[in-house]
């Protein structure tokens, strides 16, 4: 399947339920914690993600080569597994991956004892690993800055090393809900920390037994969204979210309060509805980069101007989703552009081109899954539509249930 198309020639039903994969985020982190355990720990509702998926072969597998494919969180936290862990395996992914820094991450694994050697490129994967055999320190300074991958890597291990960890986070700290959710995790777990200011302490402790249930993705949630705000009057159902979540990408029921809808809890069920006013917004992503590319096709589709800051993660992500950005949202006449360093502005356009419009994807899920709901206004094809597999593999059949008429072309 290399490209499909997708319209409204089907009708879009007033309302409709859909059933969200499991968070891919929390998942991995669970899938660490317990593999780090010498306890029983159970785990409900695992993604299917890929990425997902490749981390639970990869922590069963008893290869010397480890390959990720092109999965980032899981290179990360597995660097990190493998230096408290490993027996010199090699860790790889895509072509893609290989061009992904690693570096901090690799020199602070280095700094707590760990050997870690690069076998093509300084700062980039592929790594052999071997575990580290003496603790050298029990405090590192890191970047606050920097990927949360990195630092929540970092922070799973800690109670397992000898003299456990306290990290210091320099300067501002950007992905923050990510970093909390890994502790808010690994407080499930048993394991216990410090915050304080920009300093996170965690004593040597073990993870005890406990079951968890994974949250349902609020990533994935963005789309639907997303899909409400680009239709003529839809509803739509999420299933197995919470109120209270760890999960960062939650902020975007408050961003999109501002781009035309309205959200509540009611049991069970997330209901999303669209509401007639929409607002010009300066939006900061700095804690929810993930956000932006759905965030970016809505207020296009919308004709609505936004002023975004926080974005700088986006050009080391599956690809440099800015400039994939400003490419395909040119190809409905909106113009994305960095004002001043740090400041992009998204003009919209005045009308929508008829389409249909080719969408590149860029070996990237969320280029995909953050255009398909402009199909609403504008008739699309989408190339290489199977790279929704890394997070949600279940996109496509959402679609349809929703109402969208989508064909193989």
């Not at 785990?43 to 639970?56: F, V």
């Not at 919470?242 to 960062?248: F, I, K, T, V, W």
Request: charged fraction near 20%.
């Amino acid at each position: 399947m290399n490209k499909i198309s997708i319209n409204t020639s089907a009708a879009i039903p007033a309302a409709s339920t859909i059933n969200l994969s499991a968070s891919k985020s929390e998942s991995n982190r669970a899938l660490i914690i317990q593999a780090l355990s010498d306890e029983k720990i159970d785990l409900n509702n695992l993604s299917d993600a890929r990425d997902t998926q490749t981390m639970m072969r990869l922590l069963a597998s008893k290869d010397k080569t480890w390959d990720v494919l092109d999965a980032g969180t899981t290179m990360r936290f597995l660097t990190a597994f493998l230096a408290l862990t490993g027996e010199n395996q090699t860790i790889t992914g895509s072509e893609r991956m290989q061009q992904r820094p690693i570096k901090l991450l690799v020199d602070a694994l280095r700094e707590l004892g760990a050997s870690i050697d690069y076998l093509k490129n300084d700062g980039y994967p592929p790594l052999k690993v071997s575990k580290l055999t003496q603790q050298k320190t029990d405090s590192l300074k890191i970047q606050g800055n920097i990927s949360s991958q990195y630092i929540s890597a970092l922070l799973m291990i800690a109670p397992m090393l000898p003299n456990g960890l306290t990290i210091e986070l320099v300067g501002d700290v950007f992905s923050r809900p990510y970093i909390e959710m890994t502790l808010g995790l690994m407080q499930q777990f048993g394991v216990k920390n410090e915050w304080k200011g920009n300093t996170i302490a965690i004593a040597q402790q073990k993870y005890t037994a406990n079951s968890y249930t994974i949250e349902s993705d609020w990533s994935g949630a963005s789309y639907w969204l997303s899909m409400v705000s680009l239709s003529k009057n839809s509803k739509v159902n999420l299933t197995g979210l919470r109120e209270n979540s760890y999960q960062g990408d939650i902020r975007i029921r408050e961003i999109m309060h501002g781009l035309g809808l309205t959200t509540r809890f009611s049991g069970e069920e997330f209901l999303i509805e669209k509401k007639p006013s929409i607002s010009p917004m300066v939006i900061d992503f700095k804690t929810c980069p993930d956000l932006a590319q759905t965030v970016m096709v809505v207020a296009t589709g919308l004709k609505s101007p936004i002023s975004m800051t926080g974005l700088e993660s986006l050009r080391i992500k599956e690809t440099d989703r800015l400039a994939a950005m400003q490419t395909e949202l040119a190809k409905f006449g909106a113009t994305l552009v960095e004002e001043t360093p740090g400041f992009w502005e998204l003009e919209p356009p005045t009308a929508l081109p008829e389409g249909p419009v080719t969408i590149s994807t860029y070996e990237d899920h969320r280029m995909a899954m953050a255009f398909a709901p402009l199909a609403q206004k504008v008739p699309l094809i989408i190339e290489e539509p199977e790279v929704v597999n890394k997070s949600y593999p279940g996109f496509w059949e959402d679609c349809k249930k929703y109402g969208l008429d989508i064909k193989e072309v």
